[in-house]
């Protein structure tokens, strides 16, 4: 709990960043953070806001990514980010549980825990994983989801919207996607994010070549050989690199562990130390080992 | 959520396991899990329980590590576990907020999350980390302890509840340490842990040798290269491994988010799949990336 | 928090009471309680079981009772009412969010929270209050109904499943609620109930000399003119009085108010003693005024 | 979920009233509010503030009034509040734990959850009610008090800032506590609130005669023959009416649960209607009933 409190508002400061990156265009970076060590990475590493990733929430709670997070599950994430750093904090909200009331509940509750935005995407309820091969996901009906960003807007006039639409990962054309976008900018989204899974990340230049709206987002999940340069001068203004810290922690935990249990103890060169995990919150604590 | 209810309670299968870690001398091996992701881990890697680990937990929370955790920070934390794997729950409560009655509610709110153990240390309120070189730690007083292990275990009967003796953290004698763990003993704790930060692990070895009441436990943090059938032999029933994975966790996000901001890109060998995300709670979960 | 652990899991007794009203044609009797206040006095006034009221906690919430309580908001009521007493809780959960994943999360919070039955509906999500008349209210598909039954089953098997209908409640037909009853009987209800508006009390008087099977339970909001006796001789074998302490208290702190925006003062015979409020968790607190 | 987002912050608003409480002579008055329904309640009152009471949330909890809350119990109830009301809302925490990070995660976490200010009191840790017979309170070191009050600003810079002293509470004289409330002015705090018992009123009267500094706060419950002007004329600038609310609750539920054991029905003149309950948090809701 280091963090001086700023003068401006979490959702000022992120479109103060929007601003700057529509001149440089050079996007907004945002990272996923599913606690406070994450959080602190990011900080450490330069990255101008954090993400809150249904996905990554999901996993640490031990619930499947299928409509199950509430508002406070993701409000707790948001006030640990928060305790580490100032850094504007957008949070993932999937289809808000699917209804103008619960739209307002998220926007109110995730306003109220410091959030500077939400992302509410139009999956039917109940939504599975973007990237899951499971199941069929279909689409909510546009007035719903209009409605959602009316009563989320209500609820939380603070709050930047970033509205998303899943057609292309519904298999639903380019038209229908802008489509979609047109429409939840006019329902008073400030920002769009038309996702895609097209891994040649054709799909998602050419929605940012026909977009001429609010300030567009984009999710490179399966396509980040588009660096941040490719993607400004795209058109994209804020780029959400959405679970990669979770997947490098899952990906290290495994190691670690399977380290220890081949040889009975864990390789030191694989662990930060003792001291370092006490900086998380604390950066002037210091460990004798 | 895919575990099936176990017939046997969490602490009744705790209480077996350090049964059977007496036959076999070779002790229960228990790892630090801050959220569902680390228990999923833990669990792939045959570990046999389970730590909640104040520092990990803090850090994750933003917090520092200065007693600062309530009992629904750390029931949430057990009940993501739980969803995740039936490993039994170890609950490191520092010293309880110190009194009588904050430890009857840390036992009755971690005994509904579902935690087997809980751990219950003497350090004097308001504690610091064991490791901490910034302030000097006192004990409790014996009869405030003793009177907390009391509370504890009345208000929540079927918790196994183990005593952890700072002294030598402090600067105290083997003697002191004893004597306080024989006291936490009559006073009805089920298991003891002379806590050391002696790297050369001869401290501990000491306690094993001159102990001889119920189950004891260790931390092998700061001598890991006593393995687990050293401290077998040595007479530890339980061995704590207690912040590893946050550590090794904590170092990969680093390395991932440099490697990032030096190529703009993360390197793919880094990170785990989306789906091994998925993974984490919906074991089947399939991605299409 | 002076509760003694009973031998006897929550479910077990609830299971138990319910055996008895079968033999002793007197329904067992729970009351809503939103708090441990509202469970104290429940206690004292020998009640049975509690209830936590959708209804009721929304209200304490500030939220509309429109399908927005997730099952943290439910579960912390679940501990608070059993930091005071041990009788058997019974949770209202709606629709459980109208999915089989989000009845199977209902399910295992609340298992995990110590309450002894859920109460799962069949309204279509999102659902509005019974007795609402802003809005048309739709049934849930059936299938979905036995679906999220077994999945809750599942992930919470020790837990009394209660299933209701809203059949009557929407329009429907007495056959049709029965039909619906027998359903998820067969999908493994452990009780059913028949939701009714109609004030005369017929309606619940035909449904339970129709019904044949599991145990059946009644909310008599509607019909407070047939008492224990005569629900107990038609067949109902439990009663929820699901918010009258919550009216009771929405009434009198009207009245405290409102004597003290006319006078200045409060009026003493209105309020019970500070040391009355002290003593809903410490039997024993005495104070000085 | 029905409140405006109001343009200044909460905190602005109470300073804003306390100011026009100096010219008009007629205090701010806060009543306790332990959920929605109870601040509905202040709101159509016409109260001009909320206050967060330890004894009534601890009461609501379950919890022994014994410095048991955290700042999630707190936060969670301030959150329900804002969602039916924009009044200003007051916390009170207690000694806050008693050191100055726990003083920190509670001023962050409550202005987080959007409150105006806190109440940090002087007692020393553990507290236990100021008004229990049971037990000797000591005063904590004014050093440490003081310490508090900063790490407390620190970590949330725009909360109004009481502080109370327990002196006379605790038997010390008119000038130790006037001489602890001149140490919290120069560390910081915003107000002072010397707590007294004296049934007579004379001694608050004393206080306000002899005070010269930062506005000053009373909690009248032991002399609630004081009115607001007679308060006002003494030099008061905001009266806490601490738990009338829940005193008027519980008393009337004791009364509801009563008639129903003794004639097996609720008295519906004793009852707020179902409508009543739905418009806490709906207010245009229509019931059937």
Redesign the interface.
């Known amino acids: ?1 280091t963090t ?2 700023s003068p401006i508002s979490p959702a000022g400061r992120l479109r103060a960043a929007l601003g700057d990156a529509t001149s440089s265009r050079l996007p907004v970076q945002a ?1 996923g953070a ?6 602190r ?2 900080a ?4 101008d806001a954090l993400w809150v990733s249904g ?2 929430v ?11 997070l ?4 993701l409000a ?1 994430v948001v ?6 750093t100032d850094l504007p904090v957008i949070v993932d909200v999937d289809n808000a ?3 103008g ?2 739209a ?2 998220y926007g ?2 995730l ?4 959030a500077a935005a939400v992302c509410l995407e139009d999956s039917r ?2 939504k599975c ?1 973007s ?4 199941r069929a996901q279909g689409l909510a009906d546009t007035a719903a989801v209009c409605e959602q960003i009316k009563e989320l807007r ?5 709050l930047l919207l970033i509205a998303r639409t899943e057609t292309l990962i519904c298999g639903g054309s380019m038209d229908d996607a802008l489509a979609r976008a047109e429409l939840y900018e006019a329902a008073g989204a400030d920002a769009v994010l038309p996702h895609s ?1 097209d ?1 040649s990340g054709r799909e998602a230049l050419e929605a940012a070549r026909r977009w001429g709206g609010v300030p567009l987002v984009t999710v490179p ?2 396509f ?2 588009l ?3 490719l993607l400004g001068e795209a058109g994209f203004r804020l780029a959400i ?1 959405a ?16 380290a ?2 081949a040889t ?3 390789r ?1 060169d ?9 900086r ?3 950066p ?6």
Chains 1, 2, 3, 4 share one sequence.
């Open positions: 709990m001086a409190v990272i599913v606690n406070a060590m994450a959080a990475v990011a450490e590493a330069g990255f996905l990554e999901s996993a640490a709670c031990g619930l499947p990514d299928e409509n199950l509430g508002s406070r599950d707790d006030t640990s980010l928060r305790r580490v549980a699917g209804t009331p619960s307002a509940r109110f509750d306003l109220t825990a410091g309820y109940p994983n990237f899951s091969e499971h209500a609820a939380a006039p603070e899974k891994i999940t399966a980040p050989h660096d941040r340069r690199y679970n990669q810290l979770s997947r490098a922690a899952l990906a290290a935990m495994r190691g670690a562990a399977g220890f249990r009975g103890a864990f030191a694989q662990l930060a130390g003792v001291q370092d995990l006490m998380v919150a604390a002037d604590a210091r460990a004798c080992l």
